[in-house]
């Protein structure tokens, strides 16, 4: 039987595993990708010779990501590391290991709270118990047949537990978990809060501990997977057009059967939108009215996961001198010394006050910074529309307001690592719109829609949505799940090509 004739919007991670599934079933698979290099948000790039991520640092599920790279052949070609966390305040300091060791060291750093941390611990020690049964095991999606079967199974009778904490906890978000056990405003609920997504869904904290357990990164950096991703899809066949802005998906009769991309038509049986979920119908579907009008007005209305702000900085100190001060290449700052409220975005000095991640991808492999020197990002998440989104499209306004959330984060930066400003030989930095404007994802989104159990976009939270009202249209990226991520594109690239007999 003849293969399909498959098209793929976007290289990040979801389009690139579809793609090498697809086309290793014997279809004809191109995959347009906007930016120059493949990838997405699981990619990076360099500047002045400094290599810096473009989005995602690590993963969780690896059992999971192992298989699939296994799967598709590429397993031994990427250097896969253990990643860890240092934890730094003026009032702590630790490395865990392994979530036994988080706990401890939780207890050690703030006694005063011991009796509000036991009753907190009984709880959370079942949602992580319940969480790793299930995290542990091969997502049921990664197989057929048979072994889909199976694995479903024994999925469905593992994640029993899991799905009670679920229920229990539906609509509730971290910090009101948090505030069950300790006062707002304390330091240790403040920094309970800041572990993952603002306003999180509860339920989401045992596998959050998890990551203790589980936490993976690229040492050669996530361009380096990426790479590693396309050119195995190539070999396979496959066509990877880049600096190709796909403009239109193209229906006849409610069925996708192409895109249109620099005014060229390129036909196809099957579209794969590895994109951003809202643009995909608000802007690249060419026939609006195949989507009943009160899911284009749930799309119009939904809020999408929480951005970033990053700075790059090209050191000129080495990195053996670097981890002096770090430690370790991820190190997660939290200041207490005053309150930066994440839902406020008319505070102009919220960058001042805020707790920011230092992340050196040269740590990890000297060869991502020039001889002698460094690589180093700061990253923290702002308010959603802070300060009238960036300045409301005046430029020099953004340019100001950029200049000011670097300099503040790097002057922070210094409370780790004394002097570092009179060693930058290299600067720059992303704003929410930077980020909009390379990856397309709505308002810099970093995992497509909101964690906030009250704001879900899919009924059910964790869900796999890769159907849309346009036959052989499917969502095959991170946006096909409420909380997104790499398992989230993983599951979704899986199932799309399952659908592509």
Known sequence: MAGKSVVIIGSGFGGLVAGNLLAKKGHDVTIFESHSAPGGYTAGFRRNGFYFESGTLSFEASVSIFKAMEDIG???????????IRWLSKNFDMIPEKYDDFKKKIYHSFPSET????????????????????????????????????SIISYIFSSRKFMKI???FDDM???????QYFEKDSQICRFLNGLMYPDMAAFIIGSVMGMYDDYWTVSKGMQSWADVLANNFKELGGKLNLNSYVDNIITENGTAVGVCCKDVTYNADYVISASDYKKTFQKLLDDKNLVPAVMQEKIEQAEVSHPVFTVYLGLNISNEELQK???INHVAYSDFDSVADIHNPDDENYFTKCSLSLYSPSMLDSSLAPDGKSSLMLMTMPPKGWMNNWGDGNKEQYKQLKENAMEALIKKAENV?????KHIEFKDAATPLTYERFTHNSDGATSAWNWNPKKKFFSKFISLNVDTPVKNLYIGSCWAMQIGGVPGALMAAYVCSKKIK
């Open 325 to 327: 001060h770090m430690k």
């Open 115 to 150: 009796e509000r941390l036991e009753k907190y611990f009984n709880e959370v020690d079942s949602m992580y118990e319940a969480s790793t049964r299930t995290d542990k095991k091969v997502i049921p999606f990664l197989y057929s047949g048979w072994q889909f079967f199976t």
């Open 173 to 179: 978000t971290i910090g009101e978990f948090n505030e």
């Open 417 to 421: 690592i004394p002097d570092m400003s």
């Open 74 to 84: 590429v397993l031994k070609d990427i250097t896969f590391k253990r990643e860890k």
């Open 166 to 168: 679920m229920k229990r």
